[in-house]
């Protein structure tokens, strides 16, 4: 009886453990920077047996939408499924509303240095990652597709993937076209951008980074957009493609039925985590 005891008792555990190595980690975890003079929290989705494992593993940096926060993308998707079949560890920082700029007049709204300069290096030295370009993708939706794709465009050299699904890249025409500042949106854009041009608008312009980026240094863009998007930003995709085309830049663009919401952009996630899977990241 006691060895039947016993022989029960080990493979329980032994299923237990196993089951264990079968999910994945949500950390929430923050650090105090000081280009935003606060703390931030961040959401770290660690993979399967990283606890057990000498690996270091590519990073997926996450960006929400416009209104959202770091837990859009752990509460409002089905993201902790999907990563559970892939080595990768993703984090995803709260950017506010800041379109993930540094704000010319809002105070404590310095986005893009606390990315680039203060979370990418905080990861780096924590966590078991692959601390290198190659190691490091950069993705989001709307706003956060927008915040992607420039920067990747302008850190080229920081990550070899961007990807942006929904990408509100029109910010700046929007801006300077709209003179009925009773939107929210863009009454609070004006206050992170300007309310009239300056140096970075020109730094803020996707289309103008395009224009003056060395082709042989940039990451590969990933960009989907809904066809059922608002027409202004479903055109803006296609000009940001029209625009990669002149620069013969290399991308993959995907315009699927659908629109601005959280069924697109579950696809969209799914999609591009078997995509970066299946990349060759040390290509020059």
Known sequence: MKKIRFTFLFALLFFTFANSQ??????????????????????????????????????????????????????????????????????????????????????????EDYIIKELIPYIGNKYSVLDTRHGRVIAGLSMGGYGAIRLGIKYANTFFYAAGFSGAFHI?????????????????????????????WKDADIYALIEKANINSLPYLYI???????????????ILIQALQKKKILYEYHELPGTHNWIYWENGIN??????????????
């Open 224 to 238: 989907s957009c809904g066809k059922d998007d608002s027409q202004p930003l479903l055109e803006s995709n296609r």
């Open 22 to 111: 079968t999910k994945i980690t949500i950390i929430t975890d923050s650090i105090y920077s000081p280009s935003l003079k606060s703390y931030s929290k961040f959401n770290v989705m660690l993979p399967p047996n990283y606890y057990i494992s000498n690996d270091r593993y590519i990073t997926i940096y996450l960006l929400h939408g416009y209104g959202g926060n770091y837990n859009d993308w752990v509460k409002r998707s089905n993201l902790a499924h999907y990563v559970q079949n892939y080595n990768f560890i993703i984090v995803t920082p709260d950017g506010q509303n800041s379109w993930y700029v540094n704000s010319v007049e809002k105070k404590n709204s310095n986005y």
């Open 271 to 284: 999609d591009l985590l078997f995509k970066i899977s299946n990349f060759d990241n040390l290509k020059p």
């Open 172 to 200: 700046m025409e929007r801006i300077r076209e709209v003179k009925d500042t009773s939107s929210t949106l863009i009454k609070e854009s004006m206050k992170i951008f300007g309310a009239i041009e300056n140096a970075l």
